[in-house]
T-cell receptor, first 112, second 116 residues
Framework: SQKIEQNSEALNIQEGKTATLTCNYT??????LQWYRQDPGRGPVFLLL???NEKEKRKERLKVTFDTTLKQSLFHITASQPADSATYLC???????????WGLGTSLGVNP | SAVISQKPSRDICQRGTSLTIQCQVD?????MFWYRQQPGQSLTLIAT?????????ESGFVIDKFPISRPNLTFSTLTVSNMSPEDSSIYLC?????????????FGPGTRLTVL
């Protein structure tokens, strides 16, 4: 069955450092991959989308890579700030329908 | 981007009762979805709410337990019927808006349901 794995352990880093979160998947060939941010008590908020034919996508301090051979996406936040503390979810879509398959999320804490 | 509101934001209910959750969008959208997010689990799609026709349910979810209405392009309801403590969860509605980002979804704030 399709499976998505994100860093199960919470990630804690120092302010100013780069946070790197991982999303691995098996038994799936996604057409695109998305990253969302979720704060406690709130719904997920869309951050970035990367398609299967793209290697890297950037948006301000965010960078996403997509390696369809390794079946992995990396999500980077450079110059991290305490306000970046949240849970980050990856979601995969196959392009044939509107359904997304979601990872469990990784909790990121940025210490001042 | 779409702005989505949900009512109620939270509720505590007794076993065996039903709760209807409302989802309102500030613009017309084609695709609306209902998700469940249980503690320690990933977002799970319950169903796609179709305007003018029956909802499309995912494996493990049935209409008798989670009836859905979609009377127009800006509104939907999800009912959690005959509740048990296992239904305690956050319920989220989301919409898809076609923009430069294919299949980007916007989520409501969620409804936190506790069943005693």
């Amino acid at each position: 069955s399709q499976k998505i794995e994100q860093n199960s352990e919470a990630l804690n880093i120092q302010e100013g450092k780069t946070a790197t979160l991982t999303c691995n998947y098996t038994n799936y060939s996604p057409a695109y991959l998305q990253w969302y941010r979720q704060d406690p008590g709130r719904g997920p908020v869309f951050l970035l989308l990367i398609r299967e034919n793209e290697k890297e996508k950037r948006k301000e301090r965010l960078k996403v890579t997509f390696d369809t051979t390794l079946k992995q996406s990396l999500f980077h936040i450079t110059a991290s700030q305490p306000a970046d503390s949240a849970t980050y979810l990856c979601a995969l879509g196959d392009g044939n329908n509107r359904k997304l398959i979601w990872g469990l999320g990784t909790s990121l804490g940025v210490n001042p | 981007s779409a702005v989505i509101s949900q009512k109620p934001s939270r509720d505590i209910c007794q076993r065996g009762t039903s709760l209807t959750i409302q989802c309102q969008v500030d613009s017309q959208v084609t695709m609306m979805f209902w998700y469940r997010q249980q503690p320690g689990q990933s977002l799970t799609l319950i169903a796609t709410a179709n305007q003018g026709s029956e909802a499309t349910y995912e494996s493990g979810f049935v209409i008798d337990k989670f009836p859905i209405s979609r009377p127009n392009l800006t509104f939907s309801t999800l009912t959690v019927s005959n509740m048990s403590p296992e239904d305690s969860s956050i319920y989220l509605c989301s919409v898809e808006q076609r923009s430069t980002n294919y299949n980007e979804q916007f989520f409501g704030p969620g409804t936190r349901l506790t069943v005693l």
